[in-house]
């Protein structure tokens, strides 16, 4: 069991359940109106109810399968509301569509926020060619009222539908562009993560239906390490919050993803072995997520509360990827009286400038400079597949490994070690 401090909005929420019974309210009505006003009593109401992931949701939410909803500009609606999708893999190819030559203002190796990521998408012609739409003009997009609509969701207690009213509750778009063939409503993270909150599509999908003739489209594009992910959704049913499915999923790159074998095993052999540094070995299975952590980080500093609030991930998590991180030489972690804070280190701000291939690479080498990770890898090539788990293991216990001495701890880091060469293995397979 983890003995983390309890974060400040999940100590907030538990005074406000306990303050207002709303377990048993629930229990008795179905649901819990709950005011801005009443919120923010305890924090600001903007910091407590946002919550974009279902692993955000505080303890008292995911214990008791409930989820928070905005009705008004004012006030919310908690219910065991089934309020979030799994993300499909994304696993598609990765297509290139350069910038054009005459644009200097954007820069593929930075990309500080969502706006410049889908203007960077837009100004490739991503946007077009997923879209297939002609003519494409950026039209409505910021904040703005919802009108009123109404709608089912289901309850995912008793799997039947729950009616909800909206009557001008506040949505925001990040981007909304108009063709010949209908307007898509863009929803833009930077992080990774498995799942995301319907309502982000859902909401501008109702207020935009209801206001033109053309069809709508619903689109969640994630930018990280120089892919975009777009997905575009359908909502079978307008009235139906969790009619949607995923109609296109596709990937893209402005820069050139090529990455053959023959770099892989030169990275290898080039590598040099570094001492064992007194972090714990990495147990963080998605090396995907080790870079988007230090992408999110190269912004500013962030205490480890605040990266388990703003990004996909519990206290647990946030624990383990930072270590990860720091382990790579990639963050640094200073103490503020009792407080960790994270900084993107010199070298992982040096590698984050890259180019896409040089920078994939650098990552492999600072993977491969560590004695349990090269030998693996060398195995690999040598039998012509990933070695077993207690081989892996085998090679951990002879590499001076920092902190891992129980067998179960040999082989929850023996996984880590599986993904991360499975990471370096598939950058062959990105074109």
Not at 58 to 68: E, G, M, T, V
């Amino acid at each position: 069991m983890s003995n983390s401090p309890k974060s400040q909005n999940a100590d907030a929420w538990e005074q406000l359940f306990s303050k207002y019974d709303i377990l048993n309210q629930v229990d008795a009505h179905g649901r819990f109106e709950i005011s801005a006003a009443q919120i923010k009593v305890f924090r600001e109401p903007r910091l407590m109810a946002k919550f974009d992931h279902i692993i955000n949701l505080p303890k008292i939410f995911s214990d008791n399968r409930l989820a928070i909803l905005p009705i008004t500009r004012g006030d919310y609606v908690i219910s065991h509301f089934d309020a979030y999708h799994k993300l499909e893999d994304s696993d598609s190819p990765i297509t290139r569509v350069p910038l054009p030559t005459y644009i200097q203002s954007l820069d593929s190796n930075n990309i500080p926020s969502e706006t410049i990521a889908l203007n960077c998408a837009v100004a490739a012609g991503i946007v077009t060619e997923f879209l297939q739409d002609e003519d494409l003009i950026s039209t409505v997009s910021g904040r703005m009222g919802s009108g009123s609509f109404d709608f089912n969701i289901t309850n995912v207690k008793n799997g039947m539908p729950c009616h909800v009213k909206v009557n001008n509750s506040q949505i925001e778009i990040d981007g909304a562009y108009e063709g010949i063939k209908g307007l898509a409503l863009f929803e833009v993270k930077r992080d990774l993560s498995e799942d995301f909150l319907i309502r982000q599509l859902y909401y501008p999908f109702r207020v935009w239906r209801s206001r033109i003739t053309k069809p709508v489209r619903s689109l969640f594009l994630v930018y990280s390490n120089g892919i975009y992910r777009l997905y575009e959704y359908a909502f079978q049913d307008a009235n139906d919050y969790n009619s949607l499915t995923l109609v296109n999923q596709k990937n893209y790159s402005i820069e050139d993803t090529t990455i053959e074998i023959t770099d892989i095993q030169t990275t290898l052999q080039n590598a040099r072995l570094a001492p064992e540094p007194q972090v714990p070995f990495p147990q963080a299975d998605s090396f995907e997520r080790v870079i988007n952590l230090c992408e999110l980080l190269s912004e500013q500093e962030l205490s480890r509360g605040d990266i388990t609030e703003q990004y996909a991930f519990d206290a647990r998590q946030t624990n383990y990827y930072t270590d990860a991180a720091r382990y790579l030489g990639l963050l640094e972690k200073q103490k503020d009286g009792v407080t960790s804070i994270y900084r993107l280190s010199d070298a992982g701000r040096r590698i984050l400038a890259l180019n896409y291939k040089p920078r994939q690479l650098a990552y492999c080498d600072l993977i491969l400079s560590h004695k349990a990770f090269n030998d693996t890898l060398r195995k690999c090539f040598e039998n012509g597949n990933m070695p077993a788990t207690e081989e892996v293991i085998q090679i951990m216990k002879q590499s001076s490994l920092y902190n891992v001495e129980s067998d179960n701890t040999f082989e929850r880091r023996a996984s880590t070690i599986k993904r991360w060469l499975n990471w370096i293995l598939g950058l062959v397979n990105a074109e």
